[in-house]
Each structure stands twice: as C-alpha cells, then as structure tokens.
C-alpha cells in the first residue's frame, strides 16, 4: 500500500473509533510502529487534533464532538487529488491502481457532506479523456519492488528494433508517459541508461550472483529525462523550419519543447539530438507531414526520406 492511500485509510479509521494504539495500528497496515508514528504525526500537521497518552492503557484518542474530521483540503486540491488518481487510472495496468480505487472512496468519505456537493458539480464539468491504450504488463510490480530493493534483474524483453533479448538491468523505478509505463533502468548491454516499456518485458528474474556487476549511481525519477538524455552519446545538431500549424503540434512540442512562433512565418528551432536516436527521431518527424522540414542533421534526411520512401512503396 502507498503511504498516500495509508494517510486515507488513517484517517478515515481514527474517525471511527474511541480509542486505538500506535501498534494496534502497525499490525494491521503490516508496517513498523515507527513508520506508524510518522504517519499519527502528519495527520496532527493536517490539523487533525489527536490525543496521546502514555503508559498502560494509553494510545490514540478523538476529543470529544471530534468524531466528524475532513482533511485540511481546499476544494481545489481536493478536485486536483480525483482528477490525478482518474488520469493514473486511465492506464491499463498499474502499480497501485487498486489502492488509488480506495484511495478516492476513502477521500470523499472523509469530507464534509457540502463539501462532496460541491465537489460533485464542479466534476460535471472536469473530465479527462485521454485515449486508453490496451495493453497488458503483469511484471511491472516486480520491477517496482526490484527498484525498491536495489537488486539487478536478468531480463528478457521484447526491443521493436532488435526483437526479443536477454539482458541484465538495475532498474531505477517506473514512470508513466503518453499511455505506457516505462522502467528506467541501467541496461548493461547497451552500457547505457533507457527507459524500456513495461509491456515488452517477457521474463524478470532477480540476479543473485555475488561477482555481479556493481550497482550504478542512484538516479531520481524527476531527472530521468534529464540524465537519460546526456548519457546517449554523440549528439548531432538539429536545425528544422517549423509551420505555424506545425509548432501547435502536441507531437512535435512533446519531442522539441516550447516552439515560438512569430507572425505568420513559422519558426526556425535548433537543438542537439543523439546520433543514436536518429530513427526515433525520423519517425517521430516523419508523423507531422509537411508542417516540418528538417535541414539538418544529414544522417536525419536521409533516415526521413528513407521511411517516406518506404511508405509510398506500400502504395505504388
């Protein structure tokens, strides 16, 4: 359980009862004492007026006409909170989908009656509709606890480039983009850090052997994009006109960023790409049409007009 659906599930049940123990409490979540005590201790931040005593007999109590508490949300973070475990659950699998279920139950439970009223009509007019894609990704809980852990991973995964191989990774942790989970992770055959779709892993066992490889630097998930993206290699310069139209594509932004576009002219961006990623890069470009034309690198023309050569064979 996630200490976010753990905080919920607190704080619906210290409304319910009288009187409970910190260990009472770590029994029944299956963590440590400590952990819970951490836990009482950020609900009394909340502004939730919990009262301890000490010795036989002592523990946790409600002041009395305390029964009825609500987290100190404001409706907008409380909008916020649904709106993000709905976007999460929009995924086909995931880590905690199950607990984010509870987590929004327990949410709602806990606050006031007009406040859920209110809450209720500000969603007919809050939706998210990002379109669901359909896949199936049974390890990725067990390359979320393999991160937890800090154990290597001998793989076998399913590349769209290079089919189906063994490999050997020390995963980072998981992240969602555009649809699909990914597990970043070190890839010890490309001597490399990448991020490989979930749903193309095959086979994850955890790798035991003492004379392994040793363990790479810890990298946070908020940097992964960054550090990834200095760690391919030799990197080429772009240079690409872009339409008017073309610099509002959520395609194009997504892979180039911000795009500024004066008047009626387009726009001229530059910026740096890895050699290594040249196809990811002519596909990706290749899918905005003539809203873009790259003039450099050479290697990228070339790969572009190969795939666009490729595809009006198809039709010849």
Request: aromatic share 6%; hydrophobic share 40%.
């Amino acid at each position: 359980m996630s200490r976010t659906a753990r905080l919920l599930e607190l704080l619906v049940r210290v409304q319910t009862r009288a009187h409970f123990t910190s260990q009472e409490l770590a029994e029944e979540f299956g963590v440590s004492r400590r952990t819970i005590l951490r836990d009482m201790a950020v609900l009394s931040e909340m502004g939730i007026p919990l009262r301890s005593t000490s010795g036989p007999g002592g523990g946790y109590s409600l002041p009395r006409g305390g029964r009825r508490l609500s987290p100190s949300l404001t409706m907008d973070e409380a909008l916020a909170l649904i709106v993000s475990y709905e976007a999460l659950l929009r995924y086909p699998v995931s880590p905690f989908s199950s607990e984010g279920v509870s987590a929004v139950t327990k949410l709602r439970a806990a606050l006031p009656t007009d406040v859920v009223r209110e809450l209720d009509a500000l969603r007919e007019h809050v939706a998210v509709v990002e379109p669901v894609r359909d896949y199936e990704a049974p390890l990725l809980g067990e390359l979320l606890r393999a991160a937890l852990d800090g154990s290597h991973l001998k793989v076998t995964y399913d590349s769209i480039g290079s089919g189906v191989s063994e490999r050997v990774i020390f995963p980072f942790g998981v992240y969602a983009s555009q649809g699909f989970w990914y597990c970043a992770c070190h890839d010890y055959k490309r001597e490399m850090n990448v991020g490989l779709r979930a749903d193309r892993f095959l086979l994850v066992e955890r790798s035991e052997e003492p004379d392994g490889p040793p363990r790479p630097p810890h990298i946070p998930l908020v940097n992964w994009t960054h550090e990834v993206r200095n760690d391919l290699g030799e990197r080429l310069r772009l240079r690409v006109s872009v339409s008017e139209r073309g610099a509002k594509s959520f395609e194009l932004v997504s892979l180039l960023g911000r795009i500024e576009v004066e008047g009626n002219a387009g726009a001229l961006v530059e910026a740096e790409i890895p050699r290594s990623e040249i196809d990811f890069y002519a596909s990706r470009l290749l899918s905005i049409g003539t809203d873009v034309l790259v003039e450099s690198p050479a290697e990228l023309v070339w790969a572009i007009r190969e795939k666009a050569l490729e595809v009006a064979r198809l039709y010849d």
